[in-house]
């Protein structure tokens, strides 16, 4: 599961990476997917809806078995 959540965060990098921004996988477990987000998105104070409403439901629509997506 964790290469395709990496797959699918490959399609949604470039998006951040035009704003400043990018992502990183940490982990995968028991369908949650833990990211870092860098960058211009690190310190992004849209960066909560960035995670839920753009990474989250995009992983979850590629890899349905992720279950959320969490920043650390």
Partial sequence: MKEKVEKALESIRPMLQADGGDIQLVSVENGVVKVKLQGACG??????????????????????AVVKVESV
């Fill in 43 to 64: 310190s992004c104070p849209m960066a909560a809806l960035t995670l839920k409403q753009g990474v989250e439901v995009r992983l979850k629509e590629m890899v349905p």
